[in-house]
DNA sequence: TGTACATCAGTGAACGCGCGTTCACTGATGTAC
DNA sequence: TGTACATCAGTGAACGCGCGTTCACTGATGTAC
C-alpha cells in the first residue's frame, strides 16, 4: 500500500476532529466544505471520498463531539464531588469565551435542532448516551429515576451559556452563570435522594469511615 | 406624495416582521436577504433602502422580536399565574413544533451569540427590558433582586426547548419540557422570598381576604 | 532484477447556484408655472 | 387647465464571490510476470 494501512481511517478523523472546532466557531451553515477540508490540511475534492455529503459529516461530527464529552465525564471524579467541577468549568467565563473548545450543544443546538434526520438522531443517541453516563455516576442504585432530572440540568446550563455568550455586559454574563451553577446544584441536590455523601451536613462522618 | 405617507415605514416594518418569522424557521445563516424581501411582497433591490445590510436587518429584527415577547409578558395576569402560563406555553409540544411563531432566544440564540456588536448589543437590552418586566411583576417591592433568578429561569427554558427540539423522541422531548416546567416552578417559587399569593398553602387565607 | 500495470488518497479546476450588495431604471404622484 | 419637471419606493438585472458537489487527473507505492 502507498499509504500506511489506516491512512484514510486517520483522515477521516482528522476531518471530524478539526470540524468539530470550526462547526463550534462558525456555525454549521457558516462552514463551507472548502475550509473544513483546509483546517485538516487537505483540498475540498478529498472531501466527496470520505463523506456522502456535508449533512453526513455533521451528523459524524455531532456524534464524535458528544462522545467526547461523554467520555470527559467519566474520566472526573466519582460522586457530586466530579460533576461539580465539570459544573464550574461549564459555567465559566473561560467556557464563555472559547467555544470552538466548548460544548457542541451550547454552541450549536439550534442549528441541530434545524439539522437533518441523520444529524438529529446522532444528537439524540449521544445525549442519552452522556446523560445516562452521568446518572449512574450519581445515582448508582438507580440510574433510569435520575436521567430526567439530569437532561433538565443540562438543559439548564446549556441556556446559560449560551445567554452568557450573547450578552455584551460581562459583568451580567457572568452573575447569570454563577446563578446558573447556583440553580444546577440545588436541583441535583434534589433529584439524588439519597446522596453518597451529603455535601453540607454529612462530610465529617464520611470521611471518618474512610479514617477507620 | 404618490405614496401615503408612512408607506416607506409600513414597508420596514413588515420586513421586519416577516423576517423574525423566517429567520426563527431557517436561521440567520439561513436566510438569503431575497427570500426575505419575497416573504414581505418585495425584491431583493428595495432591500437597501430600508437596511443599511443584512446584519442590520438582523439587529432589528432581535430588538423586535423580543419588544413583543416582553409586550405579551406584559399583557399577562399579574403574579406567578401569569408567569406559569407564559412557561407552560413556553415548554409546550406546540412551541416545540413551531419555531417561528415562537420565542427568538429559543431559535437562534447561539447564532445570536455569534453575531455582530450591533446584534448582541440589541439582544442585550432587549433581555434587560424583559427580565425588569418579569421581576417587577415577580417583586413589585424590590425587583433587581430577582432579576438575575429572572434571567436563570429564562435561560432554563431556552435550554429545555432547544434540547427538545432536538431530541427526535417525542416522549423524552416531553420528559425534558415537563421536568424544565417543574424546575422553573420551583426556582421561581424560592427567588420570590414572600410571594403575594404563595400558591401552596396560603390561596385560601388570599381569597379571604379578597372577599371580605 | 526490471518493467508494465493496478491501486487509490488526494489534487485542483470546474459545475450551477444562491449569496450580499449595487445600480440604472420605472412609474405613480406631487409641485411649479 | 395643461404641461414640464421633481420625488422616491420599488424593480430587476448584474456584480464578484463562495457554496456544495463532480470529475479527470496525479503520483506514490504495490503486485504480476
Not at 455529503?53 to 459524524?60: E, F, N, P, T
Not at 467526547?68 to 466530579?82: D, F, I, N, W
Not at 454574563?173 to 453540607?200: G, H, I, M, T
Amino acid at each position: 500500500m502507498r499509504y500506511e494501512k489506516d491512512h484514510k481511517h486517520a483522515s477521516r478523523m482528522r476531518i471530524i476532529e478539526s470540524a468539530g472546532r470550526r462547526l463550534k466557531r462558525d456555525g454549521i451553515d457558516g462552514s463551507g466544505v472548502a475550509t473544513l477540508m483546509a483546517d485538516a490540511g487537505l483540498t475540498n475534492g478529498a472531501f466527496y471520498a470520505h463523506f456522502e455529503s456535508k449533512d453526513h459529516l455533521v451528523a459524524a461530527v455531532v456524534a464524535d463531539q458528544l462522545r467526547v464529552q461523554r467520555e470527559s465525564l467519566a474520566s472526573l471524579p466519582a460522586g457530586r464531588e466530579g460533576i461539580d467541577s465539570f459544573l464550574r468549568w461549564y459555567l465559566s467565563l473561560e467556557h464563555r469565551s472559547n467555544p470552538a473548545e466548548g460544548c457542541p450543544s451550547a454552541a450549536l443546538l439550534d442549528e441541530i435542532a434545524r439539522g437533518s434526520d441523520a444529524t438529529r438522531n446522532a444528537y439524540t443517541s449521544g445525549v442519552l448516551a452522556m446523560s445516562d453516563e452521568v446518572a449512574a455516576r450519581l445515582s448508582p442504585g438507580d440510574p433510569a429515576a435520575v436521567r430526567v432530572a439530569v437532561l433538565g440540568v443540562f438543559a439548564l446550563v446549556i441556556g446559560a451559556i449560551q445567554l452568557a455568550r450573547s450578552l455584551t455586559d460581562p459583568n451580567l454574563a457572568r452573575a447569570v452563570l454563577d446563578q446558573s451553577f447556583k440553580n444546577a446544584a440545588e436541583l441535583l441536590d434534589e433529584a439524588v435522594p439519597s446522596p453518597p455523601a451529603s455535601r453540607k451536613r454529612k462530610p465529617v462522618a464520611r470521611r471518618r469511615t474512610e479514617a477507620e
